[in-house]
């Protein structure tokens, strides 16, 4: 991963792709997930979303990453929440109530971590690597989640000749060739965005949609 790349953007508040709402797409698809409160949620490549309370308020352990130390420091600050904060050989782990925020690469997860995730909610991650990162991603992570664990993927599709990513165009046929050998795919909602996304289209695409997927490891 470009982590100088990601690390910059925060450091220059670079940070159009933060949403100041709870994305709807969750609220809408994640009670369909049938999570049992309690469950531990991971969340990768986090930024200080919204997302990431809301999850915690529907009972679940929240289990965010994210590279960037500013991104936690505000998510924190922003929150008037008070964490505990210790090193771990994997980074800096935050603490506040049922929300973790681990400060650090997520290709430094180890197998132990992803194991107790039997919840993730991936909106950010997939779409800000690039297909060779992509690859990677899925077999560290996603191949260490266990059996059973019920994810709501989030993802963008658009040509991608007409723009450089991130956030990378990720279409559902990449998400049967990278997933469909371990996880159960249903696709849930294909939405037309572009017109919501002035800014897309004025980077010149003609089609950008976002598309919900559950997943299930099997």
């Keep these: ?11 220059q508040g670079q940070t159009g792709f933060h949403q100041s709402r709870v994305m709807p797409l969750l609220q809408k698809h994640w009670p369909g997930l049938g999570l049992p409160a309690g469950s531990r949620v991971l969340v990768p490549l986090a930024g200080k979303t919204l997302d990431v309370l809301w999850l915690a308020e ?19 600050e922003e929150h008037a929440l008070q964490p505990e904060i210790r090193s771990t050989p994997q ?27 039997t919840g993730c909610y991936d909106r950010a991650a997939l779409i800000a690597l690039t297909p060779e990162l992509r690859e990677r991603y899925v077999r560290h992570v996603y191949g260490r989640l266990p059996a059973g ?70």
Excluded: N
Excluded at 1 to 11: H, I, P
Excluded at 100 to 109: N, T
């Design 1 to 11: 991963m470009d982590t100088d790349f990601w690390l910059q953007r925060w450091e």
């Design 58 to 76: 529907q009972g679940h352990a929240v289990l965010a990453v994210e590279l960037s130390p500013i991104a936690v420091r505000q998510f924190f």
């Design 149 to 218: 664990c019920r994810t709501l993927l989030l993802t963008l599709d658009y040509p991608q000749a007409e723009m450089d990513g991130p956030p990378f165009a990720v279409p559902a046929s990449e998400i049967q060739a990278r997933y469909g050998d371990r996880w159960r795919i249903e696709p849930l909602e294909t939405r037309d965005i572009l017109a919501q996304e002035p800014k897309f289209a004025a980077r010149g695409l003609s089609r950008l949609s976002t598309e919900v997927f559950r997943l299930t490891a099997v």
């Design 91 to 117: 980074g800096t782990l935050y603490r506040a109530g049922p929300i973790e925020f681990l400060c650090g690469d997520i290709f430094g997860l180890d197998a132990a971590t992803l194991a107790d995730c």
